[in-house]
């Protein structure tokens, strides 16, 4: 049984932008803050690959660190392959928002804006948008 999605939605309640909808547990959560600290000495990580995080093979995002001045911003590579360009201060401030998820035991969400790209937002929610209703907003939108 998946308990981890992700989708991506061509708007998501007040976002008028294609925004990418993490549907996480803990374990979920706790695989992405790994990922993102992860990014220190690895080059990269994918999400939407079933492990943990299922996509029902729709997309996948490598996750990888931009040096220099670039911003934090998602790209199309091809298909329904992206890549998720995050600089080091955007790192910080994901595995900070992420920590507070795994702390807490109430259900939530929280926004990571991008700098630039046509991909403005990713939403990370933890028990908060059941699979189920995330599929049904993905399908809903693409029919």
């Not at 790192?91 to 630039?116: C, E, R």
């Amino acid at each position: 049984m998946t308990t981890n999605l992700v989708a991506q939605l061509p708007k998501y309640k007040l976002q008028d932008k294609p925004t990418f909808l993490l549907s996480c547990d803990s374990t979920g959560i706790a695989w992405l803050r790994d990922g993102f600290l992860g990014l220190n000495t690895s080059r990269s990580f994918r999400v939407g690959n079933g492990n943990p995080i299922a996509s029902d093979g729709r997309l996948q995002m490598d996750v990888e660190l931009v040096t220099g001045h670039d911003k934090s911003k998602i790209q199309l590579v091809r298909g329904s392959l992206f890549t998720w360009h995050v600089t080091r201060n955007d790192i910080d401030q994901i595995v900070a928002k992420l920590d507070t998820f795994l702390t807490s035991n109430i259900p939530g969400h929280q926004y990571f804006d991008l700098s630039k790209g046509s991909y403005r937002t990713v939403v990370v929610s933890k028990h908060e948008e059941p699979i189920e209703i995330v599929r049904a907003m993905r399908d809903r939108e693409q029919n």
